[in-house]
């Protein structure tokens, strides 16, 4: 069974644009989560999904937004982009949205922001 | 305030010998934890779970303990080997939290 896959893994954007990631989750799961990892603060949940409907969300900005897609595909986008929000952005997929369930997460898009 | 403390940033370890990773948690809500294992620019790779109704639960060379008294769980590697050297992401859940909390991590070196 494939994994989670996201798209591009690499990104460079400069200050002010905006972004948009993109993640598949693994077939059959329905949640999925974004997560920032940056060297200071860690992993940080950034927001879940779960059914097209956003069922969790971290204390990010409202730049910080997302959506799924009835396939489960999910893409997260950043708008208006700062230095700090350069980072590795992981995408986890898991079953389903509640209870004890492994998150299986993806390589990453790592983003530099100049 | 962080939920999830992992507070030894780095661990050395000879080959063969066993790797004890240390986990704190405050939110007696968690009810289950996880172990992740991380190599640099790449995606957290699971490694090992446990329900808060169990104190043990042992995969392979890893064993991971929960002593939810004192709200306190270990990761256990052994024999430890050179390829088990990455960073260990302890993460937990339940309650409100629908999402996953991390520790800040633990980087594992395994000396041949």
């Known amino acids: 069974k494939a994994g989670v896959t996201q798209t591009p893994r690499y990104l460079i954007k400069t200050r002010g644009q905006q972004v948009t990631l993109s993640c598949s989750p693994i077939s059959g799961h329905r949640s999925v989560s974004w997560y920032q990892q940056t060297p200071g603060q860690g992993l940080q949940f950034l927001f879940e999904?779960?059914?097209?409907?956003?069922?969790n969300k971290g204390n990010f900005p409202g730049r910080f937004s997302g959506r799924q897609f009835s396939n489960s595909r999910s893409e997260m986008n950043v708008s208006t982009l700062e230095l700090g929000d350069s980072a590795l952005y992981l995408c986890a997929s898991s079953l389903a949205s509640i209870g004890q369930e492994t998150q299986y997460f993806g390589p990453g898009t790592r983003l530099l922001v100049l | 305030d962080q939920q999830v403390k992992q507070n030894s940033p780095s661990l050395s370890v000879q080959e063969g010998r066993i790797s004890i990773l240390n986990c704190d948690y405050t939110?007696?809500?968690?009810?289950?934890f996880l172990w992740y294992k991380k190599y640099p620019a790449e995606g957290p790779t699971f490694l090992i779970s446990i329900s808060s109704i169990k104190d043990k639960n042992e995969d392979g060379r890893f064993t991971v303990f929960l002593n939810k008294s004192a709200k306190h769980l270990s990761l256990h590697i052994v024999p430890s080997q050179p390829g088990d050297s990455a960073v260990y992401f302890c993460a937990a859940s339940g309650g409100s939290q629908g999402n996953l909390i991390f520790g800040k991590g633990t980087k594992l070196s395994v000396k041949p």
């Open positions: 999904y779960f059914s097209e409907t956003q069922r």
């Open positions: 939110n007696s809500m968690f009810d289950y």
